[in-house]
């Protein structure tokens, strides 16, 4: 049996959707979470969070950050490392972006 991956739809939230307090950056996972990009195409540094009571991850302007939690184990028999169905991907600004976008790219 062949192992497979595959993509859910990406994830976006424009410039003028940041603020301050966290915003969510489009929808809940639909599936268990192995691998996932998050791209901070704006001209501001932000804080990206699963859980919008502690910032958890900073990502400077124009910069991306790539978490590969479980490429390498066999999905069949261990789900041990895999960020949870509903998981809601947030961000808020550090310093205020005036352009672009955030991007989260999840693999399952």
């Known amino acids: 049996m062949a192992s497979r991956a595959f993509f859910e739809s990406i ?9 301050g307090a966290y915003a969510s950056v489009g929808s809940p996972t639909t599936h268990p979470v192995r691998a996932f990009c998050i791209s901070n195409n704006t001209a501001g540094d932000l804080y990206f ?10 990502l400077a302007a124009g910069s991306f950050r790539l978490y590969d ?3 390498n184990q066999n999905a069949q ?3 041990k490392f895999v960020l949870p169905v509903g ?10 972006p005036v352009s672009g976008d955030v991007f989260v790219e999840c693999i399952y």
């Open 11 to 19: 994830k976006s939230l424009a410039f003028g959707g940041i603020s």
């Open 69 to 71: 939690l479980q490429s």
């Open 77 to 79: 028999f261990d789900d």
């Open 49 to 58: 969070t699963v859980d919008t009571s502690m910032d958890q991850m900073f």
């Open 87 to 96: 998981t809601q991907f947030s961000c808020k600004q550090i310093t205020a």
